[in-house]
């Protein structure tokens, strides 16, 4: 398993950007698919975005499609989420995570190595 570390959450008001980032560390980050889960308080875990080993596929949920972009930099082992015109609704914790080596990318279940989040929160 990789061990990964966010960055980048905060407060923003409604319509504005974050870009959230992800390191992750060992040699098999080229080989995993990565994404962003996200938990609002007292609802269960969101799988929001999900990018292949080369980032040449992408998933998105319907709640964040046309506005979040996942994005990954196998050189410097790292992946983004640039989130843009963001709602309240979209307040909530965000992990990082991984799957194992060869791991589908788009399937929720797949993931099995995960950070310990970061903030997101957006005012009305």
Same mark, same amino acid.
């Given at each position: 398993?990789?061990?990964?570390?966010?960055?980048?959450?905060?407060?923003?008001?409604?319509?504005?950007?974050?870009?959230?980032?992800?390191?992750?560390?060992?040699?098999?980050?080229?080989?995993?698919?990565?994404? @962003?889960?996200?938990?609002?308080? =007292?609802?269960?875990?969101?799988?929001?975005?999900?990018?292949?080993? /080369?980032?040449?596929?992408? *998933? *998105?949920?319907? %709640?964040?499609? =046309?506005?979040?972009?996942? %994005?990954?930099? /196998?050189?410097? /082992?790292?992946? *983004?989420?640039?989130?843009?015109?963001?709602?309240?609704?979209?307040?909530?914790?965000?992990?990082?995570?991984?799957?194992?080596? =060869?791991?589908?990318? @788009?399937?929720?279940?797949?993931?099995?190595? @995960?950070?310990?989040?970061?903030?997101?929160?957006? %005012?009305?």
């Amino acid at each position: 398993q990789v061990q990964l570390v966010e960055s980048g959450g905060g407060l923003v008001q409604a319509g504005g950007s974050l870009r959230l980032s992800c390191v992750a560390s060992g040699r098999t980050f080229s080989s995993t698919g990565m994404g @962003w889960f996200r938990q609002a308080p =007292g609802k269960e875990r969101e799988f929001v975005v999900g990018i292949s080993w /080369n980032g040449g596929s992408t *998933y *998105y949920a319907d %709640s964040v499609k =046309g506005r979040f972009t996942i %994005s990954r930099v /196998n050189a410097k /082992n790292t992946v *983004y989420l640039q989130m843009n015109s963001l709602k309240p609704e979209d307040t909530a914790v965000y992990y990082c995570a991984a799957t194992s080596p =060869g791991g589908y990318y @788009w399937r929720s279940y797949e993931y099995v190595s @995960w950070g310990q989040g970061t903030q997101v929160t957006v %005012s009305s």
